[in-house]
């Protein structure tokens, strides 16, 4: 299964500021899943981002909010814009690499503190 | 919501004993996954149930399916301290490439 190398791990941020959230994978995958877990919450889906089109957003999640690039197979960045507390929460990044036959493989997760 | 609904919510139990969680699930579903998440962290995955399977076995891990009642449990046998983490199921319905969620299981696993 792959591998993915999701930087940083962890951020604390003032309340107004950007962080972007990077994923690198060590294969060539089609599509990248982008997630958020609230405090002691389940695993919301943001965003499916294909390499050469434009991300597509669940309902609820905007991309002026959480801008994401695919400049590649390999790679993907999540951008959370203009923070505030509400935005603390752990992101992960996710693919899949089995054609849906075996599990997603998740990044490590970036846990963000905005203050 | 088509959020799956794990319970209990939280298990505590001794080590050496059994733990079995349980997950229902709305819609049709394609195949229905487990994962393990320690401390906040990425999420593992454990096994993955096939909408035509029944039960399937890794290591210490067994899983069951029933379509009919839209469940699975997760029973993970001769528990240890190291099994101590948050389960979540997830299942896939093949629109989309989507992996729908449950609430999450907290295991926790008394040395």
């Known amino acids: 299964s792959a591998v993915i190398s999701q930087k940083p791990s962890r951020d604390i941020c003032q309340r107004g500021t950007s962080l972007t959230i990077q994923c690198q994978v060590d294969?060539?995958?089609?599509?990248m899943f982008w997630y958020r877990q609230q405090p002691g919450q389940s695993l919301t889906l943001i965003a499916t981002?294909?390499?050469?089109?434009?991300?597509?957003?669940e309902s609820g999640f905007v991309i002026d909010k959480f801008p994401i690039s695919r400049p590649n197979l390999t790679f993907s960045t999540l951008t959370v814009s203009n923070m505030s507390p509400e935005d603390s929460s752990i992101y992960l990044c996710?693919?899949?690499?089995?054609?849906?036959?075996?599990?997603?493989?998740f990044g490590s997760g970036t846990r963000l503190t905005v203050v | 919501s088509q959020q799956g609904e794990e319970d209990p919510q939280a298990l505590s139990i001794q080590e050496g004993e059994n733990a079995t969680m349980n997950c229902s699930y709305k819609?049709?579903?394609?195949?229905l996954q487990w994962y393990r998440q320690n401390s906040g962290r990425g999420l593992v995955h454990l096994i993955l149930?096939?909408?035509?399977?029944r039960e399937k076995h890794s290591g210490r891990l067994r899983v069951t399916l029933d379509t009919s009642k839209k469940s699975s449990s997760l029973l993970i046998t001769a528990s240890r301290a190291a099994d101590t983490a948050s389960y979540f199921c997830?299942?896939?319905?093949?629109?989309?490439?989507?992996?729908?969620f449950g609430k999450g299981i907290t295991l926790s696993v008394r040395p």
């Open positions: 996710s693919v899949n690499s089995g054609q849906h036959l075996y599990g997603y493989t």
């Open positions: 294969s060539q995958v089609t599509m």
């Open positions: 981002a294909n390499q050469g089109s434009e991300a597509t957003y």
């Open positions: 819609t049709s579903i394609n195949n």
């Open positions: 149930i096939r909408s035509n399977e």
């Open positions: 997830a299942f896939y319905t093949g629109a989309n490439s989507k992996l729908t």
